[in-house]
């Protein structure tokens, strides 16, 4: 999706954000984006295998392990491209309503995939920068 109307209609319904490879590493950009998210108001919900909490949030390990009575908005992915179709594959099983590749995570037939199981897609975009774009820091 690259209409402005489509994404700012994903950022203002959704309240919960997973964001995949999300980093306990305060200088890194995943933790950046997330803890940005966090002060606009979403919950965020923190994917990465290595660290049990980020951000007072608790970590899980992937998506799929996201307990089921959490409902996932969007997953927002910090991850390279040839890791995206597992990454997506997990999305499929466990439910979203969006997805998300920021800069650099595009990978196209992942992103078919994912359009053609009913998700909403956004790639090689900053979460980040699109929502302060719409709605101010």
Known sequence: MSDDAGITRILERS???A????????DRDS?????YLQRAGYRVIPVNP?????????????VVSIPEDVEIDIVDVFRRPE??????????????GALWLQLGCA?????????????EVVSDRCIKVEHRARFGA
């Not at 964001?19 to 305060?26: A, D, I, L, N, W």
């Open 15 to 17: 309240r919960t954000i």
């Open 19 to 26: 964001v995949v490879g999300c980093s306990p590493k305060p």
């Open 31 to 35: 933790h950046k984006v997330a803890a």
């Open 50 to 62: 290595g660290v049990s909490e980020i951000l007072g949030e608790t970590a899980y390990p992937d």
């Open 83 to 96: 890791h995206v179709p597992a990454v997506v594959d997990e999305v499929l099983a466990r439910g979203a």
């Open 107 to 119: 990978e196209p037939e992942s992103e078919r995939r994912a359009r053609e199981a009913g998700l």
